[in-house]
């Protein structure tokens, strides 16, 4: 019986999507410890949601009196209603017809195509749901540190940690109006780290100005698409689904900013970013979050006290640099987490919502389509999801952090 289209999509899904989904869970440092849950996803009109509620405010009815006198005022516990809309992402692996009739001739060979397309995938969406996880839902890549340069088709922003030549993207205001879209990125030169410039293919964008984003072509105008990561997270103002700290304040986290001006690390700081986590919201992080610098200056802060500095090894599988606040609080390098920052992040409050993981999409019988015009077959691989948090105030974030 030849080979087949049902041959194809067997080949990818029963052989190399396990194998895209495994190894993602080991490359992603941040989010593979957040529980994945796929209770209360509901289908609504306009979209895909999970309802929760969050306890805001205590009983008020407390209270001492003298004898005979007027009881407390009977009150209740207060509560918000939390709504989540999972994002819907998507991976587009295309071939060409010559590949897949590999499948008639040398279904070896074609394994070998699918094997290349899959490492290469994996990679790919594993990169980037790292970077979604500290991101805040925008897309942006980069933030534009000047507006246009001299040199035509050259920008030059404040961090290029999530740019790569290749990349389509756009450039867009804050607000989401598009300056330029689908320009290739064609080189990236840092100047002083994090900062640099990129050069972009296409016409010159003149209309772009300082604080505008990079994104990836699409990702954003002036709709949140992606996921919200900590950096939307784990802040003290701005409303997080549909929950504003301005009228909830138990729904902030605790920040730490020096307004922008680089500070040296010191446990002082980190032990008064610990006790304001458990003032506001009774909880201790299980884990801190740092750039590779940060925890470099980590390890010298430690260093220069005579510390014990080796790695240990946590539950659950981490392994850092310990931190004593009363408890022992593992400190993991990600190389995917933003410069200058420290993460208190209490795991058990964070749950990655999502119908299933990362899945070929076959409603049509096949995951394989002809693209219209061209000898060419795709597959579309998707994901619905969200990070969700239950208790904002449980998380914190130290900023400004000289790196070393």
Do not use: H
Not at 17 to 38: A, D, F, T, Y
Not at 83 to 98: A, D, E, R
Not at 254 to 282: F, K
């Amino acid at each position: 019986m030849p080979a087949t289209l049902v041959t194809a999509t067997n080949i990818a899904k029963e052989v190399y999507l396990p194998q895209l989904v495994g190894q993602l869970n080991r490359e992603i440092i941040g989010l593979r410890r957040v529980e994945k849950s796929s209770d209360g996803v509901s289908s609504d009109t306009g979209g895909k949601y999970v309802r929760f509620p969050i306890r805001v405010s205590r009983n008020p009815g407390l209270g001492y009196r003298a004898e005979g006198g007027a009881l407390p005022t009977g009150g209740n516990q207060g509560y918000a209603s939390v709504q989540v809309g999972l994002k819907y992402g998507y991976g587009m692996l295309l071939l060409s017809g010559q590949s897949m009739r590999l499948l008639k001739t040398n279904a070896q060979a074609f394994a070998s195509v699918m094997q290349d397309e899959m490492d290469g995938l994996k990679s790919d969406v594993g990169k980037d749901t790292a970077r979604i996880f500290y991101a805040d839902g925008t897309g942006a890549l980069a933030t534009l540190s000047s507006a246009s340069q001299a040199t035509a088709n050259t920008s030059a922003v404040n961090d290029i940690q999530y740019l790569e030549v290749g990349q389509i993207i756009d450039i867009v205001s804050t607000g989401g109006t598009v300056r330029g879209s689908a320009r290739t990125i064609t080189s990236i030169t840092p100047t002083t780290t994090p900062a640099g410039t990129f050069v972009y293919s296409g016409a010159d964008i003149t209309t772009d100005v300082s604080t505008d984003l990079v994104v990836r072509t699409g990702d954003f105008a002036g709709t949140v698409l992606e996921p919200n990561g900590l950096s939307s997270i784990v802040k003290a103002t701005g409303a997080l689904y549909n929950v504003d700290p301005a009228t909830q304040p138990v729904w902030a986290s605790q920040v730490d900013s020096n307004a922008g001006t680089a500070r040296a690390l010191s446990e002082s700081l980190m032990i008064r970013m610990v006790d304001n986590i458990r003032r506001a919201g009774g909880q201790r992080p299980t884990v801190i979050f740092a750039s590779l610098g940060v925890r470099r200056a980590y390890f010298n802060l430690l260093t220069q006290q005579r510390r014990y500095t080796d790695t240990k090894e946590f539950a659950g599988g981490f392994t850092g640099l310990a931190f004593s606040c009363g408890t022992e609080i593992p400190v993991v390098d990600d190389p995917d987490a933003p410069t200058g920052k420290m993460w208190f992040v209490n795991e058990p409050s964070l749950t990655e919502f999502r119908e299933e993981d990362w899945t070929w999409d076959d409603t049509d019988g096949s995951m394989w389509s002809r693209v219209a015009g061209f000898d060419q077959y795709e597959a579309r691989l998707y994901k619905y999801w969200e990070i969700g948090v239950k208790q904002r105030n449980a998380n914190g974030l130290l900023t400004d952090v000289t790196e070393n």
